[in-house]
């Protein structure tokens, strides 16, 4: 079964610093990696998704993330960090299931406090 | 395009009580999913229906179930509610094709009393 590994909780970092937010995925074949982003009491807003291809893609709001095969890695990168940022962040990884169908596998999520 | 809709947002139910929540998916998509959402169990699959039909099920007893009508619209409904089913649930909704691209609607925030 897939699973989907986020080792932070918390991180904070200060206004117009750059981000990093990490995630590791156990998956058997090819995978479909996403980051989503959660304001309190909302749902969740599709950052960027990797499907294949070019292993650096593009999101929405400055938000890039790079798939690493070799280290099971799909980490969220930021070159600047604006306070409307902080929110929680969670990494998905779809598939597992058998006779086809879509589900999502989501990390535990790392919450983000930007300091002005 | 609109994006999803869940109704009710707010909910505050009894114990032992039933509870049906609804969703409509963005125009065009078939595959809708649901998820639960607590600060303990984090985001967890509950299941997804595509052309009415439940194509697949997570880990979650009998008391939670769902449909979808054929305009793909869909409700889950959960039986005799425990303390333990307060959460935020998620409908997520998918375009043909692209099914683990799934686009998130706000929840329906539940809280069992």
């Known amino acids: 079964a897939q699973s989907v590994t986020q080792p932070d909780i918390h991180i904070t970092v200060s206004e117009g610093a750059s981000l990093e937010l990490r995630c590791n995925y156990s998956?058997?074949?090819?995978?479909?990696l996403f980051w989503y982003v959660q304001s309190p009491g909302q749902g969740l807003q599709l950052l960027l998704k990797?499907?294949?291809?070019?292993?650096l893609v593009q999101g929405i709001k400055g938000f890039e993330a790079e798939f690493k095969r070799s280290q099971s890695s799909f980490n969220l990168r930021k070159p600047s960090v604006h306070w409307s940022d902080a929110a929680e962040y969670f990494c998905?990884?779809?598939?597992?299931?058998?006779?086809?169908?879509?589900?999502?596998?989501f990390g535990t999520g790392t919450q983000l406090k930007v300091e002005l | 395009k609109a994006g999803v809709t869940q109704t009710p947002r707010y909910l505050i139910k009894t114990r032992g009580q039933q509870v049906t929540l609804s969703c409509s998916p963005i125009?065009?998509?078939?595959?809708v999913s649901w998820y639960q959402q607590t600060p303990g169990q984090g985001l967890q699959f509950l299941f997804e229906?595509?052309?009415?039909?439940?194509?697949n099920k997570g880990n979650f007893p009998g008391r939670f179930s769902g449909r979808q009508f054929s305009n793909s619209r869909s409700e889950m409904n959960v039986s005799t509610l425990e303390l333990g089913d307060s959460a935020l649930y998620l409908c997520?909704?998918?375009?043909?094709?692209?099914?683990?691209?799934?686009?998130f609607g706000p929840g329906t925030r539940l809280t069992v009393t």
């Open positions: 229906y595509f052309s009415e039909t439940q194509r």
């Open positions: 998905a990884v779809g598939g597992g299931l058998t006779g086809g169908g879509n589900k999502l596998t």
């Open positions: 125009s065009g998509h078939r595959s």
């Open positions: 997520a909704s998918s375009p043909q094709g692209h099914g683990y691209e799934q686009y």
């Open positions: 998956y058997g074949a090819t995978p479909y």
């Open positions: 990797y499907f294949s291809g070019d292993t």
